[in-house]
């Protein structure tokens, strides 16, 4: 089956630096990679999706990377601010006849003022 | 509002006696899925449907029971809960290929 491995499991960053959050996965098949973001008490929401297709996507100060090749993809976060602390998540998928979601075990992020 | 809808948020119980949590949501989702949030562990796949009446097992399916008769219904059952299923719990729904919508969570305590 899929496994995902996500580092660090801990990142802290000074108000205004770059955080970025890696994942490697297993399965070739994979063919979508979700970021998941979990503030403290709340459910996981998404902050961006990347295809296999696409080998970069960006939103705002939110940009994911994803190599096929090395079967890994990041998460970059610009001029972090202290609403981006959390915990994220980063998921492999495979879509086809079925649909199987692995998860990574998280990273929490916390921005210091 | 678009919504995935679980109940209860918070249950206690004992080893043995059988319970359900409910899922449901509102968006017309073919894909609903439960998971498992464990710290450390992340985010674990319990059972998933693709659609009424086809369910498939998880990662982690061993002790949980599922059922989908309808599209927008899918209760997570534990027949006999075990203090190793205390965890807390995300039912999710996303239409095929689309992006994980999660519920709430429900967090599930078995003395």
């Known amino acids: 089956g899929e496994n995902v491995e996500q580092h660090p499991s801990t990142l802290s960053v000074q108000e205004g630096d770059s955080a970025v959050i890696k994942c490697t996965y297993s399965?070739?098949?994979?063919?979508?990679f979700p970021w998941y973001k979990q503030e403290l008490g709340k459910r996981p929401q998404l902050i961006i999706d990347i295809r296999s297709n696409v080998g970069e996507k960006k939103d705002q100060r939110i940009a994911v990377t994803l190599n096929k090749t090395a079967k890994h993809f990041s998460l970059h976060i610009t001029e972090t601010q202290p609403e981006d602390s959390a915990v994220y998540f980063c998921a492999a998928t495979f879509s086809g006849g079925y649909q199987k979601v692995t998860f990574g075990t998280g990273t929490k992020l916390q921005v210091i003022p | 509002e678009a919504q995935v809808t679980q109940n209860p948020r918070y249950l206690i119980t004992v080893t043995g006696k059988k319970l359900t949590v409910t899922c449901s949501q509102n968006?017309?989702?073919?894909?609903m899925s439960w998971y498992r949030q464990d710290p450390g562990l992340g985010l674990r796949q319990i059972y998933y449907s693709m659609n009424v009446e086809v369910t498939d097992k998880g990662d982690v399916p061993e002790g949980y029971k599922v059922s989908r008769k309808e599209k927008r219904n899918f209760p997570l059952i534990l027949e006999s809960p075990s203090p190793n299923q205390t965890s807390l719990y995300f039912c999710a729904s996303s239409l095929t290929q689309g992006p994980l919508h999660f519920g709430n969570g429900t967090r599930l305590t078995v003395t």
């Open positions: 968006m017309n989702h073919e894909y």
């Open positions: 399965d070739s098949a994979s063919n979508y």
